[in-house]
T-cell receptor, first 111, second 114 residues
Framework: QKEVEQDPGPLSVPEGAIVSLNCTYSNSAFQYFMWYRQYSRKGPELLMYTYSSGNKEDGRFTAQVDKSSKYISLFIRDSQPSDSATYLCAMSGTGTYKYIFGTGTRLKVLA | KAGVTQTPRYLIKTRGQQVTLSCSPISGHRSVSWYQQTPGQGLQFLFE???????NKGNFPGRFSGRQFSNSRSEMNVSTLELGDSALYLC?????????????FGPGTRLLVL
């Protein structure tokens, strides 16, 4: 079993839709959770960074962490064609010295 | 602040050759990690350097090696290239080591092995 599981998609939604992206994980030591956006042929760009359980909002993006279920989500409101990219979840724990990434979900927002 | 920079951006090599990739972290960041990204495997951790010391290593053969200099710049070397080494190699920097701070990625070096 992989430490982090992420649905690869692709996920196609119409412009303006609410998008939900998810990851599950198995290591209860993970405490730091990140979402990255990666455009084609570019490096990943940090979108959200959260510590432990709870919600964090930044503009149209909301990150949610449920440590009891080992489940994290990224919600995108009012999705735009410019949101079309691959979204990667990542996580780490204190003293692990490494970050574990999901395989990424490809999102396409149709105009 | 300038972001993470990687050179070269694109590289074509033949099997059996060796290659060296370079990464300059964000100013003040002392940790540099390297990843290999392929369509089938996603982002796979290669190794992390902090203060010129390798802190952690992923499951890659010894053909993959790295080092970090006193100014935190890092290089990655792949010897005896194989076709399967074709990938996007990403460098990421963070202020400290230990997995408690987020990483910032460079644009990557796209390596094609023929």
């Amino acid at each position: 079993q992989k430490e982090v599981e992420q649905d690869p998609g692709p996920l196609s939604v119409p412009e303006g839709a609410i998008v939900s992206l998810n990851c599950t994980y198995s290591n209860s030591a993970f405490q730091y959770f990140m979402w990255y956006r990666q455009y084609s042929r570019k490096g990943p760009e940090l979108l959200m960074y959260t510590y432990s359980s709870g919600n964090k909002e930044d503009g149209r993006f909301t990150a949610q962490v449920d440590k009891s279920s080992k489940y994290i989500s990224l919600f995108i409101r009012d999705s735009q064609p410019s949101d079309s990219a691959t979204y990667l979840c990542a996580m780490s724990g204190t003293g692990t010295y490494k970050y574990i990434f999901g395989t990424g979900t490809r999102l396409k927002v149709l105009a | 602040k300038a972001g993470v920079t990687q050179t070269p951006r694109y590289l074509i090599k033949t099997r059996g050759q060796q290659v060296t990739l370079s990464c300059s972290p964000i100013s003040g960041h002392r940790s540099v990690s390297w990843y290999q990204q392929t369509p089938g495997q996603g982002l796979q951790f290669l190794f992390e350097y902090f203060s010129e010391t390798q802190r952690n290593k992923g499951n890659f053969p010894g053909r993959f090696s790295g080092r970090q200099f006193s100014n935190s710049r890092s290089e990655m070397n792949v010897s005896t290239l194989e076709l399967g080494d074709s990938a996007l190699y990403l460098c990421a920097s963070s202020p400290t080591s230990g997995g408690t701070e987020t990483q910032y990625f460079g644009p990557g070096t796209r390596l094609l092995v023929l």
